[in-house]
T-cell receptor, first 116, second 115 residues
């Protein structure tokens, strides 16, 4: 079974600074997808960024980028120029590539606070 | 595209009562997922539909839980004889499962409190 581990329950960053959120996972499969989802307080979960395991290039979406280390099974999220609106719970998630069921396996999440 | 909607947003019930939640996916999304999220945890998969067919159920889904997706549109999740341990946020997500790059879009969730 696949597992996703987020060992840091909370992190804090100064506005305009950079923060990195860690995630490790375990799988025996070679092809899969990894995601970072953001869940603001009392609001719905939205996709921040996605990484395909077969791609060596790290995904980037504006101020958000990932450091994907396939051999180490590590998938960290870097948020640059942090903004107050980035404060939320962030979840790392895994999905198999093959098969009809594309269910997501989530980590426990990390609460990010942004200091003005 | 109005997004995934869920109703009700909040539900308080007494132990032993039955509750039903509804999820309306993004139109034309053929895949629909239900997840459960307890406080301080990440969402956990409950069940999955492709069109109207329920293709997988998690071991978390006891026989008190039942889900349907008639006609492949909206879905309902019913919990019978609720227990305090059922208190959680129930999330619905939908996706267009035509490519391996499919993205799941989540609804706002239904927060259930069992007294």
């Amino acid at each position: 079974a696949q597992t996703v581990t987020q060992s840091q329950p909370e992190m804090s960053v100064q506005e305009a600074e950079t923060v990195t959120l860690s995630c490790t996972y375990d799988t025996s499969e070679s092809d899969y997808y990894l995601f970072w989802y953001k869940q603001p307080p009392s609001r719905q979960m939205i996709l921040v960024i996605r990484q395909e395991a077969y791609k060596q290039q790290n995904a980037t979406e504006n101020r958000f980028s990932v450091n994907f280390q396939k051999a180490a099974k590590s998938f960290s999220l870097k948020i640059s120029d942090s903004q107050l609106g980035d404060a939320a719970m962030y979840f790392c998630a895994y999905r198999r590539s093959a098969g009809a069921n594309s269910k997501l396996t989530f980590g426990k999440g990390i609460t990010l606070s942004v200091r003005p | 595209d109005t997004g995934v909607s869920q109703n009700p947003r909040h539900k308080i019930t007494k132990r032993g009562q039955n509750v039903t939640f509804r999820c309306d996916p993004i139109s034309e999304h053929n895949r629909l997922y239900w997840y459960r999220q307890t406080l301080g945890q990440g969402p956990e998969f409950l069940t999955y539909f492709q069109n109207e067919a329920q293709l997988e159920k998690s071991r978390l889904l006891s026989d008190r839980f039942s889900a349907e997706r008639p006609k492949g549109s909206f879905s309902t999740l019913e919990i019978q004889r609720t227990e305090q341990g059922d208190s959680a946020m129930y999330l619905c997500a939908s996706s267009l499962g035509r490519t391996v790059q499919e993205t799941q879009y989540f609804g706002p969730g239904t927060r259930l409190l069992v007294l």
